[in-house]
């Protein structure tokens, strides 16, 4: 993972979220729930795996689509689950930069847009990608995940 | 009984107040969810006029996905974008869109769904799962910019990556 620019893309999220929203201010749902994608973020960065389970749902869903070459589609129910995905899919990963491209949030719901490049463990093979991601929380907690990818 | 089009237009605003006990403080956004409807009304409708009033005279248009698929894959400016869509759309019969999710910010609209269909040329059905993304300036749309992938819930209709 390239931790510099990994940490640029985690501050850049609340930045993010207040551009093309002059009442941004107003939105404290969605300011909480922005907060909480940074976290997970920040946590999944540093490879805090425990700090991400208490960012999830006991029954949280996660679901990656995308071409059938990555390694990393796939869907997982349940919290445990789910972390156990997230550590593999960043083990089949490395040389990671991830580009903020906007955060749309609006009650229950945070929608990221990026594009990131890295590189493949098992093959060696580059990657560069378009990615979406939808978060969906419940009680505080992200209940939902889904990501949706394309090769740029 | 309503077409597919149709109900995927008529889920377009339930879908934007869902999981939002607040949705009727978002004027800004209502309003711009209300456009994308009326955009939507106007394509399916071929009411290019009214389809082309939605767009400002300098939007984008960009798709990402798989490369088989046989769309324009960017276009820029009022006329570009006119011309394009309905060709991308002429490659395509049988088409059955669904809404999963509208996600709207102040100038952006992010419609979440999954389409089956099937690709005129070739006669192959697809399953597909898509984002858009819209973003409005001064009432109209500015930016388009769609992200697709085969839908793996339907693997007998993959599409080549």
Redesign the interface.
């Known amino acids: 993972m390239n931790s510099a620019a990994q940490q640029t893309f985690v501050e850049s999220i609340l930045t993010m979220f207040k551009?093309?929203?002059?009442?941004?201010n107003?939105?404290i749902?969605?300011s909480g729930n922005v907060e909480k994608v940074r976290c997970f973020f920040q946590y999944v960065t540093t490879g805090d795996f425990d700090a991400v389970g208490k960012l999830l749902a006991v029954d949280v869903t996660a679901e990656i689509?995308?071409?059938?070459?990555f390694p990393i589609?796939?869907?997982l129910s349940g919290r445990e689950a789910s972390i156990a995905g997230i550590r593999h899919n960043f083990s089949e990963i490395e040389n990671q930069t991830s580009r903020l491209s906007?955060i749309?949030?609006?009650?229950?719901?945070v929608?990221v847009?990026g594009r990131e490049q890295g590189r493949f463990v098992q093959t060696s093979h580059d990657y560069d990608l378009?990615?979406?991601q939808?978060f969906?929380f419940r009680d505080g907690l992200i209940a939902e995940f889904?990501e949706?990818?394309?090769?740029? | 009984m309503s077409s597919p089009a149709e109900n995927f237009i008529q889920s377009i605003h339930p879908a934007f107040m869902e999981n939002d006990d607040r949705h009727a403080e978002k004027l800004v956004e209502a309003d711009n969810v209300k456009r994308l409807r009326a955009f939507y009304e106007a394509a399916a409708r071929h009411d290019f006029e009214k389809f082309a009033d939605s767009l400002t005279d300098d939007v984008e248009s960009e798709i990402f996905g798989p490369p088989s698929l046989p769309f324009h894959r960017k276009l820029t400016g009022k006329a570009e974008v006119v011309n394009g869509v309905p060709k991308n759309f002429a490659q395509l019969e049988d088409q059955l869109p669904v809404l999963t999710a509208v996600i709207s910010q102040g100038d952006e609209v992010i419609v979440f769904g999954r389409e089956t269909g099937r690709f005129k040329a070739s006669g192959e059905r697809y399953a597909l799962r898509f984002v858009q993304r819209y973003t409005f300036r001064e009432g109209k749309i500015a930016r388009v910019s769609q992200i697709l992938a085969s839908d793996e819930n339907a693997p007998e209709l993959k599409i080549e990556d």
């Open positions: 551009t093309n929203d002059p009442v941004f107003q939105k749902v969605e689509v995308g071409p059938r070459s589609c796939g869907k906007g749309i949030a609006q009650g229950d719901e929608v847009f378009y990615f979406v939808r969906i889904f949706l990818l394309a090769e740029v």
